[in-house]
């Protein structure tokens, strides 16, 4: 399994803008579908935003299109969530996922993918 790390959790005010990371140790993020997920208290963990590291196909839910956006960088080996216009809704536990291509099936299916994040907080304030 790929160690995932992710980092760049924050508090902002609504309409505000973070940046998260998330950097695989040991591995090249070459030809991985790597995702962000997240989890609000008291709810279910929810799909966000996925890349096809390599071809650099994007997929994402409906309730952040067009706010953020998903990247990668092979220089600095990290996949990026760019995160604009922040609401109070947004705010959740901010998970990065890996999963194989061998193997992934649904981009928004949590269960299919292998590797985790230990997680980064979102706090968005009205």
């Known amino acids: 399994q790929v160690q995932l790390v992710d980092s760049g959790g924050g508090s902002v005010q609504a309409g505000g803008s973070l940046r998260l990371s998330c950097e695989p140790s040991?591995?090249?993020?070459?030809?991985?579908?790597m995702g962000w997920f997240r989890q609000a208290p008291g709810k279910e963990r929810e799909w966000v935003a996925t890349i096809l590291t390599g071809a650099g196909y994007t997929y994402y839910a409906d309730q952040v299109k067009g706010r953020f956006t998903i990247s990668q960088d092979y220089a600095k080996n990290t996949v990026y969530l760019q995160m604009n216009n922040l609401k109070p809704e947004d705010t959740a536990m901010y998970y990065c996922?890996?999963?194989?291509?061998?193997?992934?099936?649904?981009?928004?299916?949590?269960?299919?993918?292998?590797?985790w994040g230990q997680g980064t907080q979102v706090t968005v304030s009205s």
């Open positions: 996922a890996a999963g194989s291509p061998a193997s992934l099936r649904v981009v928004s299916d949590a269960n299919d993918y292998s590797s």
């Open positions: 040991g591995y090249g993020i070459s030809n991985f579908y």
